[in-house]
């Protein structure tokens, strides 16, 4: 027996119609652990609206989902909130397919289409604040540039209350539920916080000034319908309200020690290091040596934490490349307000704390001091000065978070 790819629905004029990507482990170089979904939505007003589709492979299951509720071809409107080709892969296919009488896009939308498929496809250009007739009912759209790309926006969809919000409170977690509510609370949290560090972050201010304006555009929105993982129907507040908290960037008094080592030279500092910060009055310490630590998990665990600490060995006088896989990482994140420091080991040339230093000033933390650099292997006075850097992160920590962070 085939499998069988049926909507469901998830309003009472709204259906799902995505696919469960159960296998997706590596999304730009963040870890998906729980791979992810494509949401598309199949709006059943008078005109019959089709919003976002999916990644090219999972075409198919889309189609069969939507012919499970109507025929395809009485699809007249398609939006495309958001060129990326997860949610655009299967969009050419389907046009060919449906024929509907308009897409619709933003205007950098249409441009990115265009570019992407080289095609000449007309787009209806829709700007920030318009709205779509559907019959009973209508689609009002609202720019979210940078959320996730310059094209992407949201749609709302009136009467019946819902934001379509495309990249914005997604989170990759594939699961068999549609909705928040069905899901251990803690899991959803956790996986929405994750997708925050690693591709929402740097728009952090655009977050802001958008959940600034929402109030100020009179919607009632009684249901949130991201792109990625479940829909926010119980409590659509509580995902805002954690964008809120995640975009301030105020952060906790919590260290993060990120490192990697050779011959267990650094290994030992960062043990040092971390003695200090807890000696130094710092409960939350996360230790992650890059052995066992992938750069989304670092980045996850950074999201909220008040100090970064870097160390890493001298290799071919450059740090080690786990390390500047991370850095990178991070530096394309933009985390704000952040301390920092670093320590590593050499042999004859002690770059890697030089690097480091520069690297995290470049990205705009605050360097408690110069980083430790210990020749080979450390002897007591060395640990004694990686305890002292972590005890120095510590005072300069609590200074600026007097309160302790909560308990997780
Ligand atoms: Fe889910 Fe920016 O694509």
Known sequence: MSEVFNAIQVADRVFWVGAIDWELRDFHGYLTSRGTTYNAYLVLT???????T???????????????????????????????????????????????????ASGPGAKALKEHFHWNQPVQVVKDGEKLDLGNGSLQFFEARMLHWPDSQLAYLEPDGILFSNDVFGMHLASTERFAEQLDCALVIQEAARYYANIILPYSKKVTRLIEKLPTLSLDIRQIMPDHGPIW????????????????QQRTRKAVVVYDTMWQSTAKMSRAVVEGLVGGGIDQVRVMPLEGSHRSDVATEVLDAGALLVGSPTLNNEIYPTVADVMTYLKGLSPANLLGAS??????????????????????VQLVSEGVAVQYVPDAAALERCRALGAATAAQLIERHPEPSPAE
């Open 46 to 52: 008078d005109q019959v609206v089709l919003i976002d």
């Open 54 to 104: 999916v990644k090219a492979s999972f075409k198919d299951q889309m189609m069969e989902r939507i012919a499970s509720v109507i025929d395809p071809a009485r699809i007249q409107t398609i939006v495309s909130n958001h060129s990326e080709l997860d949610h655009t892969g299967s969009l050419p296919a389907t046009i060919e397919r449906i024929r509907p009488e308009r897409v619709v």
């Open 233 to 248: 129907r119980q409590d659509p507040g509580q995902i805002v309200e954690l964008y809120r908290t995640w975009a301030a």
């Open 343 to 364: 320590f590593g080991s050499y042999g004859w040339s002690p770059q890697s704390v030089k690097q480091l230093d520069r690297m995290l000033t470049e990205m705009g």
